[in-house]
């Protein structure tokens, strides 16, 4: 079975710190694993979608690479700022079905 | 161009008393998904469906119903509310349900039972 862990739970960095936010899964076999962000009472924003035969997506300030064979992805944000503070979850698609495996996402707190 | 939508934004429900969620978008999307978010979990899928008509279980469906009679639309209910099903409720779109297929998210339904 599919699990999807992401830690830290929390991180609290200064402003304009270069920072990598980790997601790991258990199961190689996947479509592709996506980067999105939770601001409070908001809905989700999709960040990043990295399909299974790709190893990164970049997007401006961030940058999502993949790793199939060992398990994990990062979130690299680049001089962050106080804006964004908001939880980063991450999600990977599983083959054979349309469901999304989630993490339960890192607390990102940026201190100005 | 709204997006996706879900009414209402919070609600506050007795147990056994039932209640549906609606949840609309308007990108002429094909595919539609409910999941739950709970404290210190991940988003959990309760139902999904690929199509105007149809409708499928995913991780968590127990207690929960759902229906999708327009393909902008899609309905979940609760028949008779439990605390246990005090949530956030999440419905999320996409366009085919591809490798590269980015799913977009409602506001979310806060939803307590008492």
């Known amino acids: 079975k599919q699990e999807v862990t992401q830690i830290p739970a929390a991180l609290s960095v200064p402003e304009g710190e270069n920072l990598v936010l980790n997601c790991s899964f258990t199961d190689s076999a996947i479509y592709n694993l996506q980067w999105f962000r939770q601001d409070p009472g908001k809905g989700l924003t999709s960040l990043l979608l990295i399909q299974s035969s790709q190893r990164e997506q970049t997007s401006g300030r961030l940058n999502a690479s993949l790793d199939k064979s060992s398990g994990r992805s990062t979130l690299y944000i680049a001089a962050s700022q106080p804006g964004d503070s908001a939880t980063y979850l991450c999600a990977v698609k599983v083959d054979s079905n349309y469901q999304l495996i989630w993490g339960a996402g890192t607390k990102l707190i940026i201190k100005p | 161009n709204a997006g996706v939508t879900q009414t209402p934004k919070f609600r506050v429900l007795k147990t056994g008393q039932s209640m549906t969620l609606l949840c609309a978008q308007d990108m002429n999307h094909e595919y539609m998904y409910w999941y739950r978010q709970d404290p210190g979990m991940g988003l959990r899928l309760i139902h999904y469906?690929?199509?105007?008509?149809?409708?499928a279980k995913g991780e968590v469906p127990d207690g929960y119903n759902v229906s999708r009679l327009k393909k902008q639309n899609f309905l979940l209910g609760l028949e008779s509310a439990a605390p246990s099903q005090t949530s956030v409720y999440f419905c999320?779109?996409?366009?085919?349900?591809?490798?590269?297929?980015?799913?977009?998210f409602g506001p979310g339904t806060r939803l307590t039972v008492t």
């Open positions: 999320a779109s996409s366009y085919f349900g591809g490798a590269g297929d980015e799913q977009y």
């Open positions: 469906s690929v199509g105007e008509g149809t409708t």
